[in-house]
């Protein structure tokens, strides 16, 4: 315990859209756990006022800001909040993510509005935060910046859907946080990347039994990932343990970016 006290921290998408824990959830309960005042940040303030007093009751401190993270003047205001209300930042976790809809995503049947949209939410949200970020966390002496992508960037998946938009911009992901740990690496400020496997989470959640099993099994320790999985790793991804630590890929998916069978 107490491996963050002192340090502020902002998740974007912290509080789950059903029930169990995510991994936006997991980063907040966890960073909070160890010392770090939290703010949640979710277009949903009631969503994000039930975690708030979840932490609270732990004994943590969170409060909560409302906004779309897609939209700068939005995003500006959420730097201005946490500066006001904790004045500093030394931690970001861009976990806004959304999938492709369900639908073929092929690059033959992607549409305009699904590439924009994925585009929007799972690229330029993390472009727009960590631009806020950087300033405020240049002034706290350095930071941690934190980006979650998926296997889907990092691995060619087969036998489902395509994932043309979400894996290109989980890719482009990769590219932002290199972008960002070269540029800032002598401020003190870190970007680091955590690569996510086949985890359960609420996100997931309704897709029924079968696709789970059928994600479980496609794992080397054929087990499921949580979202604590997650979470832990962005804790130390945000810790002075890191602080050494920038530019790195962190694949939490129970071995499979590393270890994939040959075909027999």
Not at 108 to 135: I, K, Y
Not at 147 to 174: E, F, R
Not at 219 to 245: F, I
Request: some cysteine.
């Amino acid at each position: 315990m107490g491996r963050l006290d002192g340090k502020v921290a902002i998740v974007t998408g912290a509080a789950p859209r059903g029930e169990g824990v995510g991994n936006g959830k997991a980063m907040a309960l966890l960073m909070a756990r160890e010392g770090a005042k939290v703010l949640l940040v979710n277009r949903s303030a009631e969503r994000g006022e039930a975690l708030a007093a979840e932490i609270a009751g732990e004994g943590g401190e969170a409060s909560v800001f409302a906004a779309d993270v897609t939209q700068s003047d939005q995003v500006a205001a959420m730097g201005a909040a946490v500066q006001d209300r904790y004045g500093r930042l030394d931690i970001l976790c861009n976990n806004v993510g959304v999938g492709a809809g369900g639908g073929l995503n092929r690059v033959e049947d992607v549409t305009d509005e699904t590439w924009n949209n994925l585009l929007h939410v799972n690229m330029t949200s993390a472009m727009m935060c960590s631009r806020v970020a950087v300033p405020l966390m240049r002034e706290s002496g350095g930071g941690s910046i934190i980006n979650v992508s998926s296997i889907a960037g990092a691995l060619g998946l087969m036998g489902s859907p395509g994932a043309a938009a979400y894996a290109a911009t989980k890719s482009g992901i990769h590219g932002l946080t290199l972008s960002i740990a070269a540029d800032y690496a002598t401020e003190e400020i870190r970007c680091n990347c955590i690569i996510i496997g086949s985890v359960a989470t609420p996100m997931v959640a309704d897709r029924g039994p079968e696709v789970r099993e059928r994600r479980r099994r496609m794992v080397p320790m054929q087990t499921e990932g949580t979202g604590w999985d997650v979470g832990w790793a962005a804790v130390y991804l945000a810790s002075d343990e890191s602080r050494w630590v920038t530019g790195v890929f962190l694949p939490v998916d129970g071995g499979l970016c590393a270890l994939r069978a040959w075909p027999r």
